[in-house]
């Protein structure tokens, strides 16, 4: 059984940065493309970033491109999303997704999800 867990959520003052992670299990994880999707209120789910299986590749939003890094370490099957500079705008819930293949900014290419971590920023 696959399990995404998200942690490092919280609040934050615009300006500020934060950490999310991802822990994987239940997937032979160096095959998966993981990314990072975030969903405010009244709003769809939104690509935010991804990461090859060998952390060779990366893409982003250009709504976070410059101010967001993904990584993974493939030793921890983790994910990890560096967010510096946050804005207001960035204030939503953050998911993490596997896929083993497909359109990496889409998520409906992404078969696997953690249950999301709140990311607030102030003001």
């Known amino acids: 059984q696959v399990q995404l867990v998200e942690s490092g959520g919280g609040l934050v003052q615009a300006g500020g940065s934060l950490r999310l992670s991802c822990a994987a299990s239940?997937?032979?994880?160096?095959?998966?493309?993981m990314g990072w999707f975030r969903q405010a209120p009244g709003k769809e789910r939104e690509f935010v970033a991804a990461?090859?299986?060998?952390?060779?590749?990366?893409y982003y939003a250009d709504s976070v491109k410059g101010r967001f890094t993904i990584s993974r370490d493939n030793a921890k099957n983790t994910v990890y999303l560096q967010m510096n500079s946050l804005k207001f705008e960035d204030t939503a819930v953050y998911y993490c997704?596997?896929?083993?293949?497909?359109?990496?900014?889409?998520?409906?290419?992404?078969?696997?999800w953690g249950q999301g971590t709140q990311v607030t920023v102030s003001s």
């Open positions: 239940g997937l032979t994880y160096s095959r998966y493309v």
């Open positions: 997704a596997a896929a083993s293949s497909g359109n990496r900014r889409r998520p409906n290419e992404y078969p696997y």
């Open positions: 990461v090859s299986g060998g952390g060779s590749l990366t």
